[in-house]
């Protein structure tokens, strides 16, 4: 349900057509809630049959032209429902880990690569992370609309670092295990 909710913040942030609000969730509101592009297009169609959201009427009408979507108070009142809604913590699923137990039992043959690739790809993230902090959140920058996005993108920091450290931690682990032979299962 979460996606109708994702795409109705992004347009109350700024109305938009459906190319720009992909391009919108590729840099930023896909870190937290990715979408593919058909998805959001087939959202936005819903939406718009649900009457959360309206294609702005065109500036001259034109075969093939890009519609931009606003949200009607529909929307805006659905979404502040679900912003006031209760919801519980979703349980963590992460194939690297369930690989991990698994490698106790078959052994770490190619684990220690992926590892470290990840730790790679953790570590590229938070420079990204790190480097908007510093372009889009400047001291001073204290608003309500920014404290909360900011708030975001801490989340995303911290989980970063989490990753990092737990990668460098795992990744001295499986280095100091003996010839990655299967253990027996905990």
Do not use: C, N
Request: aromatic share 6%; charged share 30%.
């Amino acid at each position: 349900m979460s996606l109708p909710h994702a795409i109705l913040t992004a347009l109350l942030e700024k109305p938009s057509s459906g190319l720009e609000l992909t391009r919108r969730f590729d840099r930023s509101i896909g870190y937290f809630w990715s979408a593919t592009h058909q998805q959001i297009y087939r959202e936005l169609g819903k939406l718009e049959t649900d009457g959360l959201i309206r294609a702005l009427p065109a500036e001259q009408p034109s075969r093939g032209q890009k519609k931009s979507y606003e949200v009607l108070p529909a929307g805006r009142a659905e979404l502040a429902r679900w912003t006031a809604a209760s919801q519980d913590p979703k349980p963590h699923r992460d194939a690297l880990l369930l690989r991990l137990r698994a490698a106790a039992v078959v052994g770490t043959a190619g684990l220690e690569a992926d590892l470290r690739r990840h730790l790679e790809l953790h570590q590229r993230q938070l420079a990204e992370y790190r480097e908007i902090e510093k372009r889009d959140f400047p001291p001073g920058r204290d608003g309500t609309e920014d404290r909360l996005r900011h708030l975001v993108l801490q989340a995303g920091i911290d989980l970063e670092t989490f990753w990092t450290q737990w990668l460098g931690r795992a990744l001295a682990d499986v280095a100091a295990l003996p010839g990655g032979e299967p253990t027996r299962p905990a």
